[in-house]
């Protein structure tokens, strides 16, 4: 499980999903704990990489997880990525949802987190793509 984490400085940060060491249903208590977290780093836009089997675990909240972080004062996207080591073609999916996802970070306020399950697999990936396409952008 990855922890919360700058990739980029002031720009780009990385996690695992709030309450991920649950596994469980995941109380507004958690989320509000990890979201105070996340506030303290100056984040100001989340992209969540959550597919339903993980929504679920966040039903608790008003509204659910994405538009909790909305009424919390965030920028959020959400684009539901079956996790690619357990779904056969989790790879083709994320890989051909990448424009996307970059087209949605360009038009959020900076810093912005990713995250999925576990912040490694999806998460991983997306922030390698995000940090070569604004290697690009700086060239």
Known sequence: MRPLEWEIPDVLAASARPGRELDAAVPRESVDRWLGEVQAMGIRSIICLLDK???????????GLVEYYR???????NLAVRDPAHYPGGWEELEANLERIWDAYQGMMKPVLVHCSAGIDRTGRVVGYLTRRLGECND
């Not at 089997?53 to 509204?63: A, F, M, S």
Request: charge should be neutral; charged fraction near 20%.
């Open 71 to 77: 009424q919390r004062g965030f920028q959020a996207y």
């Open 53 to 63: 089997k993980h929504l679920v675990l966040y039903d608790e909240l008003p509204g």
